[in-house]
């Protein structure tokens, strides 16, 4: 089975930096895309960024140029540098992983538990 856990959360005023990671634990031959999307009160979730095994990344409009996410595919994980953050951000984390080899088969679209950044004004 696979485990994706996410650590970093918490609470930043206007203007700061957080960074998110989220570590796959299991025996795991391969990954495919991972990402981050968030999930705000009321709303639905939304993507936030996503990288692929070889390292292209997409980044929804709201955080281009503020986000940047990078992955360690020796390590199984995925980060998610925020800065210049806004009250907006404000929202629950989830990671993803689109597809997971494992020395079970393959798992397709595994989620985090979340994690809650809350940016102040």
């Known amino acids: 089975q696979v485990r994706l856990v996410e650590s970093g959360g918490g609470l930043v005023q206007a203007g700061g930096s957080l960074r998110l990671s989220c570590a796959a634990s299991?025996?795991?031959?391969?990954?495919?895309?991972m990402g981050w999307y968030r999930q705000a009160p009321g709303k639905q979730r939304e993507l936030v960024a996503a990288?692929?095994?070889?390292?292209?990344?997409n980044y929804g409009d709201s955080v281009k140029g503020r986000f940047t996410i990078s992955r360690d595919n020796a390590q199984n994980t995925v980060n998610l540098q925020m800065n210049s953050l806004k009250p907006e951000d404000t929202a629950v984390y989830y990671c993803?992983?689109?597809?997971?080899?494992?020395?079970?088969?393959?798992?397709?679209?595994?989620w985090g538990q979340g994690t809650q950044v809350t940016v102040s004004s």
């Open positions: 993803n992983a689109d597809r997971v080899t494992h020395r079970s088969g393959t798992t397709l679209n595994s």
């Open positions: 299991g025996i795991i031959f391969s990954i495919g895309a």
């Open positions: 990288i692929t095994s070889g390292g292209r990344t």
